[in-house]
């Protein structure tokens, strides 16, 4: 005699995950107080801020870009490791590493460079800022070869 249900069957069990955040709304999952590490950064003419969120205890990894979700991965055995995504045809790496006293480094990689070495690339073509002024933040880039003014990524036009 078995005490399980004659409906508990493998094809009757659901198949979508159990600890999924999916039925949360996106505005609602970006909660920056998770965030454990943020970049800003130029690509392809455009300011992108960059950040990650890493849960130590279950492994859980979400990558932001802007405030969109674009890489989610949940229940992760493996604290450390790589995860990549692509902007605007960038491929981008961000690679978890484990430092002392059960602490984490985050390093991003943005077209095989590190984000120091790409950002002081972009630096030779384009002034950077970011900028909060009232509770709102502001990304303002110059090109220097055209003196192109981009405030939040739209051409400022000048007359």
Known sequence: ???LSPLLKLENLSTKPIMSL???PEEKRYNKNNIVAKWCAPINGKMYRIELEHGTTSGRRMIWVNGKEVLRRD???K???E???YINDARCIIRVDPAPGFKYEYL????GKSHDQYTEEQTKQYRLWVTTINGVEYRIMLELDTLNLFINDKLRNET
């Open 83 to 85: 995860d990549t995504f």
């Open 75 to 77: 229940w992760m055995f």
């Open 22 to 24: 999916d039925h949360i």
């Open 79 to 81: 604290l450390v490791g």
């Open 108 to 111: 991003l990689f943005i077209d």
């Open 1 to 3: 005699m078995s005490f």
